[in-house]
């Protein structure tokens, strides 16, 4: 089976540093991504892991262990705007089909 | 770069009609692309793989008759729910994967909200 977990909800204030966590179970790897969806928008691609490590985008940082099927979406100096759903998605094959988490629901308070 | 254009955003039908929904790459070439369905507060569900100028791979329990997509040329990708239910609303997303750069990152469309009454 396919599955990956991740919250439901995360809220912290303004300038804040929140994590999401993931953890995935696929029948397939090559990577792990980050989307962000606001309300009735698109999702944005936001980070990627192919190996262990961090990857650091601006604000934005992303962790894979591959040995533990676990990432995590790190996210600094929090903003109004940061105010979203965030998915972790499974990269499950070469052409780049991604398996999507269920989302967090990250709420920004002032 | 890298925008994807999905038509109509909204459209509303009527059970047992089909409705078409296009998935256009706009400055980009896409040998692949993908569509996703997506409820109120939900993920995104694969629905199945596009590949230009072959048939498309649908995900488990997808059913490929009522769910036509045809990957017409490196640009287009369209979507045609057949014999559409009330069950059938639900908000689909596509997205493409620009042949020029790696795979890893996709571009979404807007995403068009299917009503069917």
């Known amino acids: 089976g396919q599955s990956l977990e991740q919250p439901s909800e995360v809220t912290a204030v303004e300038g804040a540093i929140v994590q999401i966590n993931c953890t995935y179970q696929?029948?397939?790897?090559?990577?792990l991504s980050w989307y962000q969806q606001h309300d009735g928008g698109a999702p944005t691609f936001l980070s990627y892991n192919a190996l262990d490590g961090l990857e650091e985008t601006g604000r934005f940082s992303s962790f894979l262990s591959r040995s533990d099927s676990y990432g995590y979406l790190l996210l600094q100096e929090l903003q109004m705007k940061d105010s979203a759903s965030y998915f972790c998605a499974v990269i499950r094959g070469s052409q780049g089909n991604l398996i999507f988490g269920k989302g967090t629901k990250l709420s920004v308070k002032p | 770069g890298a925008v994807v254009s999905q038509h109509p955003s909204r459209v509303i039908c009527k059970s047992g009609t089909s409705v078409k929904i296009e998935c256009r790459s706009l400055?980009?070439?896409?040998?692949?692309m993908f569509w996703y369905r997506q409820f109120p507060k939900q993920s995104l569900m694969l629905m199945a793989t596009s590949n230009e100028g072959s048939k498309a791979t649908y995900e488990q329990g997808v059913e490929k008759d009522k769910f036509l997509i045809n990957h017409a040329s490196l640009t287009l990708s369209t979507l045609t729910v057949t014999s559409a239910h009330p069950e059938d609303s639900s908000f689909y997303i596509c997205?493409?994967?620009?042949?020029?750069?790696?795979?890893?990152?996709?571009?979404f469309g807007q995403g068009t909200r299917l009503t069917v009454v």
């Open positions: 400055d980009f070439q896409a040998t692949t």
């Open positions: 696929t029948s397939g790897f090559y990577g």
């Open positions: 997205s493409a994967n620009d042949r020029g750069r790696r795979a890893t990152e996709a571009f």
